[in-house]
């Protein structure tokens, strides 16, 4: 048995899996500021026999609301390597001032890099870095973040730099480099590398706090963070890579979805307590965002799905004219919302009030007029019609499969879209998803591609993907690739072109101690 935990800013929910996927209980908790209680609610609620749980998966959303708070952030000594280029562009330029704030806006530009293909753009400069180590000691800094023009392509520079930095600095300093974290495109690799380097001491609280929970409830079975892609990372991991677990929520809701509906193919809506997210299935795995991303308005390039977020969820406010969110009552829901004895109106009232859903004391919202009601039930319809409108890339019929709590909201069918489903246990997809997580082997980098060479170059890459799935702890015979990408690069000479492969296979846990996790959930950019 399997247990997936997705812990949301609202609610904890929890789903006990059997061996064949399928859902064996299923509960829901509020999350707790300490997150402990939180978890130890939702799964002592599932009743598991402790020693029949062979995993437990978990996805947060804790990592990506810090940083969207510019809280609990680590000050951060952002190292590039780049010169005598990249000096336009400093470090954290176009940060956010809140969050460039609170990691320190400490940027150090050093001497390093490598051309798309390998070759050294100018040698590191040992003494210079040791010189900016001495500047980052004086500051008390005590986590690094270090990027380098192309690393993807070629690594050494900032594995050599970390090391140079390391022994100047002793122990106690935590390093980030950023082939480990994104893609080909420095500042937004770099981003992602800095955030990452600012969440490592909360990473820590989390993962102990997470374990903890599971010891109070006697599960010593191995337990799992889910990943950005759908895919799983250990608690060490964890601990090191806090930044893949971003867009966890939304990724298991719709892995959860494409299982629960049996549907591969399909548009999501996931509507929770505050925000309706709105995603599309290829092949049951969530479609990705095309280059650069955003997160806490930072661009970023590391894998997330492709998600249209809305200001609609359960515990949205309702005005007097009937418009619905973006506020939100959040957490507070049921103390706050009519149904509840409270004072507020909110999307869950009108639910009740149409007869949608059975939640608090329908009493409280009787004196609703109904054709306000089902008014403001068709805008919000309407606008999640042209939230899946906006996602689609082309006007053939396409299912849509509503998952959430707050999905009770969605009439059926949906405004233009006829095929309207709403699985069983639908309110819990998000922890389906994460119990469902598979390991994942990624390969995304520039290669050369000689004429008539094609067909071996992705061999090749395929290969690697596959192997690095494997090595990342996924059960032989299980893995596949699931998404084939060249995009060649027509202002380099050679045929150079970005390729990126994606492989994923089944946890092998007979292996786990064997597992060398590496790079984003082991699918780090070659």
């Not at 509507?271 to 309706?276: C, I, L, N, R």
Request: net charge negative; glycine share 12%.
């Amino acid at each position: 048995m399997r247990i997936g935990i997705d812990v949301g800013g609202t609610n904890t929910d929890a789903v006990l899996l059997g061996y064949d996927d399928r859902v064996l209980a299923a509960a829901k908790s509020p999350t707790t500021p300490d997150i402990t209680s939180g978890v130890t609610a939702a799964v002592r609620a599932l009743d598991p026999p402790a020693e029949s749980v062979t995993a437990v998966m978990i996805g947060t959303t804790h990592f990506l609301n810090a940083l969207v708070e510019g809280a609990r952030l680590t000050p951060v000594a952002a190292v590039r390597l780049g010169l005598p280029a990249t000096a336009a562009v400093p470090p954290m330029a176009d940060w956010p001032a809140r969050q460039r704030a609170a990691v320190g806006g400490y940027g150090y530009l050093c001497h390093g890099g490598r051309e798309f293909d390998g070759r050294p753009l100018s040698p590191l400069d040992p003494e210079e870095l040791k010189r900016t180590a001495a500047d980052i000691a004086a500051r008390g800094l005590t986590s690094v973040a270090v990027s380098s023009v192309f690393s993807p392509v070629a690594e050494t520079d900032e594995r050599q730099a970390a090391e140079i930095l390391r022994a100047e600095l002793g122990e106690g300093v935590h390093f980030s480099l950023s082939h480990d974290l994104g893609r080909v495109g420095l500042l937004a690799r770099e981003n992602a590398t800095i955030i990452n380097a600012s969440l490592r001491d909360l990473a820590t609280v989390i993962v102990e706090s997470l374990g903890k929970a599971l010891a109070e409830l006697s599960i010593t079975a191995p337990f799992f963070l889910s990943q950005n892609d759908g895919t799983l990372m250990d608690v060490d991991f964890a601990r090191t890579c806090p930044v893949a677990t971003f867009a966890s929520g939304p990724t298991n809701s719709m892995r959860g979805a494409a299982l629960l509906s049996g549907v591969g193919d399909c548009a999501v809506i996931d509507v929770g307590g505050t925000t309706a997210d709105i995603g599309m299935l290829t092949g049951g795995f969530p479609r990705e965002a095309a280059g650069e991303s955003e997160a806490a308005g930072i661009r970023v390039n590391f894998r997330i799905p492709d998600v249209l977020s809305l200001g609609i969820g359960g515990g949205s406010l309702v005005s007097r004219r009937g418009g619905t969110g973006p506020r939100s009552v959040g957490h507070l829901l049921t103390r706050e919302a009519l149904v509840f004895g409270g004072t507020r109106l909110t999307a869950t009232d009108l639910a009740v009030a149409a007869g949608r859903a059975d939640i608090g004391d329908s009493a409280h919202v009787a004196h609703l007029e109904p054709e306000f009601t089902e008014r403001a039930l068709e805008r919000i319809a309407g606008r999640l019609a042209e939230g899946v409108d906006r996602m689609r890339t082309s006007a053939a019929a396409l299912p849509v499969v509503a998952v959430g709590g707050g999905s009770v909201l969605m009439p059926e069918p949906l405004p233009g879209f006829a095929d309207v489903r709403r699985p069983a246990h639908f309110g819990v997809a998000n922890a389906v998803g994460a119990a469902i997580a598979q390991i994942g082997g990624e390969v995304d980098r520039v290669f050369r591609v000689p004429d008539g060479r094609r067909d071996s170059v992705l061999a090749e890459a395929r290969d690697e993907a596959l192997g690095r799935a494997l090595d990342a702890g996924a059960r032989p015979g299980s893995v596949r690739v699931v998404d084939i990408e060249e995009v060649p690069l027509a202002y380099l000479p050679g045929g150079a072109t970005r390729i990126r492969v994606k492989a994923v296979g089944d946890l092998d846990l007979r292996r786990i101690g064997d597992i060398t996790w590496c790079g984003a959930g082991a699918t780090a950019d070659a």
